[in-house]
């Protein structure tokens, strides 16, 4: 169940503040946040757990002190997320930790994705950007981030919410639906949601479910174990 679960959100930006909302409504009661930025004005539209006052602050102590007065058990991490720093971190994790990756990083999200594989640990991701998002939930023996994009594009084809744009309610849809997809397989709906990628075309309203079945050849293969590997079929809805 959520409420017992240790969820570790990566990023109190954009996509993590709504990912936090969702937490605390679908009754997680034991959140890290870890985050070492800093509470800006430009930001205040989109990260709604911040105001004014707060500008200055670490992200993540503000976050905590939100979740704290809502009856959560929030710890805040000030550190500053690379990849080379996420195997160890993920590593110390409790066994059922779920995490979910709310950073812009593509470079960390992929890092995050191999080092939950490794580990064996339940990880959430996704990103946003103009009116449109995606999200995966993976889990033990499930399909894994790799599984469906294989590595993360050279950074000068990667726009910046800054150059490219992002609508605020759709960076905030695709936050509050991680923490939605943490919730479904914390409450044992995981058959029926990791491992598949869900497209948000918010600009159609359309939300598709792709694929479902693990990559031969991915580096993920090597970390399932028989008792984990069932028959996936690929879909498109
Ligand atoms: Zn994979």
New binding site residues.
């Given amino acids: 169940m959520i409420a017992d679960a240790q969820c570790v959100v990566l990023g109190a930006g954009g996509l993590g503040c709504p990912a936090l909302l969702g937490l605390r409504m679908a009754g997680a009661r034991r959140i890290t946040i870890v985050d070492h930025d800093r509470v800006e004005v430009s930001n205040l539209h989109r990260q709604v757990l911040y105001d004014t006052g707060d500008v200055g602050a670490p992200k993540a102590e503000v976050a905590a002190r939100w979740l704290r007065r809502h009856g959560v058990e929030a710890t805040a991490r000030i550190e500053r997320l690379v990849p080379e720093g996420t195997d160890s971190m993920i590593a110390a994790l409790d066994d059922d930790a779920i995490v979910l990756e709310c950073t812009d990083a593509p470079a960390l999200k992929f890092a995050c994705?191999d080092a939950c594989?490794r580990h064996r640990r339940t990880l959430v991701l996704g990103a946003a950007i103009g009116l449109r998002g995606h999200a995966i939930a993976?889990v033990p023996g499930s399909?894994?981030?790799?599984?469906?994009f294989e590595a993360p594009p050279p950074g000068e084809l990667v726009p910046s919410c800054v150059e490219a744009g992002v609508l605020g309610t759709a960076v905030g849809t695709t936050g509050m639906f991680l923490a939605h997809l943490a919730a479904a397989v914390a409450e044992g709906h995981a058959d029926a949601v990791a491992g598949r990628l869900f497209e948000l075309a918010l600009g159609s309203g359309i939300v598709r479910a792709l694929g479902g079945r693990?990559?031969p050849h991915?580096?993920?293969?090597t970390a399932r174990s028989p008792s984990h590997r069932r028959p996936r079929i690929a879909t498109v809805c």
């Fill in positions: 994705n594989v993976v399909a894994c981030y790799r599984c469906v693990p990559r991915c580096s993920c293969a």
